[in-house]
């Protein structure tokens, strides 16, 4: 059977059934494709405003979708438990797999400001059309948002003309490295070891145990630069991390390659992370080691490590009634930094949402500090710009099931410029100098895929 006809006995069968029962939901239809296709690069080659793209750091799972069955979005604040509640109440077991892709800005409380207009204070939709892969093959899936008063030929019409203008025709691409040039940081260095010094006077002064600075740093792109083909550089360097990219206007994009899953929940089962504490990795296979062996061994690093530890394990304590947590931290090796890490997980208690879930992990002290409310309090009157969706909870929602990542090492594409975040954990023997050299290290995962001539502002 054709696809086209696919479509409309489907289409047509479905309204028939909410008919019955009156009811609206989204509908999924997919379709194996007998070739191979890259989502990326089939991501690449739509004209479609809205692009979403994501895929998990075992590879196991890939999709690149384009429009929107369904998207649920506010420059406003807004409580996580109504957001949660919209979010599934077009959601049904018939079709389970279905996603919602999205975010929630940094802090819930600000309303979005520059840069991050366009993504409001939170943004989740649920892609028109997917290309997918995961271990099984690759798909083509169609989402539907369904009322039961709906017109069945105006729905089957609207579809297959959407359908008719996606492109299957993939050319190869040779991904140009695009150009940077002037760069300006906020804070530049020296404001930036002022913050530093400002945090160390309240950790001498015990009001916090950890502070977590952030930077932002703006470079102007020479040529045009489309977010599907950077996202592909960066790709193709950066091993064990999840990618993402979310394209909600033609002119801007937010993309990440971040190591750090927030938390992934399948019915009561969680599962959660801690990962603070970086060396750079080594030229060679000698010095990589030796970076290795300083950061298992740093006193600063581990005490730094053990206060995210600390603080998830008070987190799920409150969510759960059984909890794991890795008694010593592993190395996770990226290209060019390694982290310490550890796993933790547990058994939710009953009736604890996803909202409960964020409210409670996010911030974690990897990116907010400990004690949680002080540090925040500190970084809204040290940092100057907007952290929007940098180091925010960005991920998946399911019927039954989600996922969310800690949105780190990550950048912003608007228009003409890249935008670039990166942070650092300030604990009491903290030195301004070293983690400038660590935020520096943290963006290289985008600067070693471009061409960059930009010097360091730091007056």
């Known amino acids: 059977m054709c696809l086209h006809r696919k479509i409309i006995d489907f289409i047509v069968d479905e309204l028939k059934t909410l008919a019955e029962n009156s009811q609206s939901k989204i509908v999924r239809l997919e379709v194996s494709i007998d070739h191979d296709i890259e989502p990326l690069h089939w991501l690449s080659q739509q004209k479609s405003i809205i692009k979403t793209y994501w895929s998990d750091r075992h590879d196991r799972f890939e999709m690149a979708g384009i429009g929107s069955a369904d998207l649920v979005f506010s420059r406003e604040k807004a409580s996580s438990h109504v957001l949660f509640k919209r979010l599934r109440k077009f959601l049904s077991c018939k079709y389970s797999c279905v996603r919602y892709y999205g975010g929630i800005c940094f802090s819930q409380n600000q309303i979005a400001s520059y840069p991050w207009q366009d993504f409001g204070n939170h943004f989740f939709l649920v892609p028109k059309f997917e290309v997918f892969k995961d271990q099984a093959g690759t798909y083509l899936a169609l989402n539907l948002l369904l009322h039961h008063s ?18 299957f025709n993939l050319p ?163 290209n060019q930094v390694q982290h310490l890490y550890s796993h933790c997980s547990g058994i939710l208690n009953p009736e604890i949402s996803d909202a409960d879930i964020i409210n409670q992990l996010h911030p974690t002290p990897a990116v907010g500090g400990y004690p949680r409310q002080k540090a925040l309090e500190l970084i809204a009157s040290l940092e100057t710009f907007s952290r929007g969706f940098y180091a925010s909870p960005i991920g998946w929602v399911a019927l039954d099931s989600a996922e969310f990542l800690v949105s780190i090492r990550s950048g912003l594409i608007q228009r003409n410029k890249l935008i670039l975040f990166a942070g650092a954990g300030i604990i009491s023997d903290s030195q301004p100098e070293a983690e400038w050299e660590e935020l520096e290290n943290k963006i290289r995962n985008f600067l070693q895929v471009v061409s960059c001539q930009a010097s360091v502002d730091i007056i």
């Open 172 to 334: 190869h691409q040779q991904c140009e490295k695009p150009q940077l040039s002037k760069r300006v940081d906020f804070p530049n260095q020296l404001q930036w070891y002022n913050n530093v010094n400002k945090g160390l006077t309240y950790l001498d002064q015990g009001i916090l145990e950890k502070v977590v600075l952030a930077r932002q740093t703006e470079f102007t792109i020479v040529d045009s630069c489309q977010p599907e083909h950077l996202l592909s550089l960066i790709q193709k360097e950066q091993n064990c991390s999840f990618q993402f990219c979310f394209q909600l206007d033609r002119d801007k994009a937010f993309i990440g390659s971040t190591p750090e899953r927030l938390y992934w929940r399948q019915s009561s089962q969680i599962q959660t992370e801690a990962i603070a504490g970086t060396r750079p990795r080594g030229a060679s296979y000698q010095e990589d080691n030796n970076f290795a062996k300083e950061l298992l061994s740093s006193p600063k690093e581990i005490r730094e490590h053990k206060l995210v530890l600390k603080g998830l394990q008070e987190t799920l304590s409150t969510l759960c009634h059984q909890v794991n947590i890795a008694e010593d931290p592993n190395l996770l090796r990226l």
């Open 150 to 167: 709906d017109n069945a030929n105006k729905k089957i019409q609207q579809t297959l003309q959407e359908l008719a203008a996606i492109n």
